[in-house]
């Protein structure tokens, strides 16, 4: 009889499962739960972008495309870029489709990391980061962003955290789940840092359109920065696209021709319909973005202001479509609270812990949900902490 146990890798045996889909998962069979733990755009992909997508099919363009992506939609995104950020790219060499923003950041991971590498990862951010360094060989430094500083990432604990094992910086910035962002002036500080070493920045800027009261800037904008930047993003939030799956990835030639080797060999090409689609998104959905970032905006201030009133200290998010409040006061961890607001309040929210182990005494909540889901849970989650 085999052993599992011998024979699987202890690599990936030593993950721990995403703490937000084990709450996405707890709802199953559920009744009357109001859930805000995936943060997925309640938008339906406008029109004109799923009409391009079933024009693509009924002119039968199924085949394979370009493995780093179709000229048209490489072009398209070296464009938008510099449209709206003011980057520019070779759309030949220096940008490759993925599937979504997922595959983006590990193709990043993996073409830069040899063994015992170090990568300097601020937290609380998306769970992913740290698992596909391990994966890769590297070793993940936590550094804890700390409320006083806005969860911001400063220079000074930057600089502190770079060894001469350090291979580069993941800058998750605008911020999941706490909803920070970097001013231009905050990464011209992390760029005085970096200018004198050979750390590279992997920048996740899947957020990147859905910030509010300024323009998102990418730390491939600043002075020095571009050349030792590789940008991950996509389409799902911005054009409410998530089962699309497709992102992109934009670097100095000398890395992404490194990178697609890696899409080359697991993946091929991202899927020809999702291209199509993102094309026309990438041309055309300026409008699209605006109306929905407006939308999340109204939300955004709406539940900052009801978390607030329910006397729970909350830090005002300035990007993507999250908020981050402390919970640790009524004495309960992070998840005894979300587990007890589920099954007491029918009100689904993510326990910080999810985030990093920095994250307990928070909770993240996803406002990519209608009002009338916000109000009913403002409701659930009042009645629930009067009565702790």
Known sequence: MISYDSVLSKRTASLRPSGIRKFFDMLAGMQDVIALTVGQPDFVTPWHIREAAIQSLEKGKTYYTSNAGTTDLREGIAEYLDRRFGLHYDAAHEICVTVGGSE??????????????????????????????TMAGGTPILLEMRPEDHFKLTPERLSAAITPRTKFLV???????????????ELEAIAAVLRPTNVMILSDEIYAELTYGRPHTSIAAIPDMWER????????????????????IAAPAPVSVQMLKLH????????????????????????????MRTEYDRRRIFLHQGLTDLGLECFEPEGAFYMYPRIGQYGLSSDEF??????EARCAIVPGTAFGSCGEGYARISYAYSMHHLEMALERIGKFVSSL
């Not at 991950?232 to 992109?248: D, E, I, Q």
């Open 171 to 185: 800058l998750p910035y605008p911020n999941h789940p706490t909803g920070a962002i970097l001013t231009r002036e």
């Open 104 to 133: 983006a950041i590990d193709m990043g991971i993996r073409a830069l990391l040899d063994p015992g590498d170090e990568v300097i990862i601020p937290v609380p951010s998306f769970v992913c980061y740290a698992p596909l360094v």
């Open 264 to 291: 080359q060999y697991a993946i091929m090409c991202a899927p020809t319909v999702s291209q199509f689609a993102a094309l026309e998104a990438i041309r055309n959905g300026d409008e699209d973005i605006e109306m």
């Open 229 to 248: 930047t590789i940008l991950a993003s996509g389409f799902s939030k911005s054009y409410a696209m998530t089962g699309w799956r497709l992102g992109y």
């Open 338 to 343: 979300c587990e007890r607001l589920l099954n």
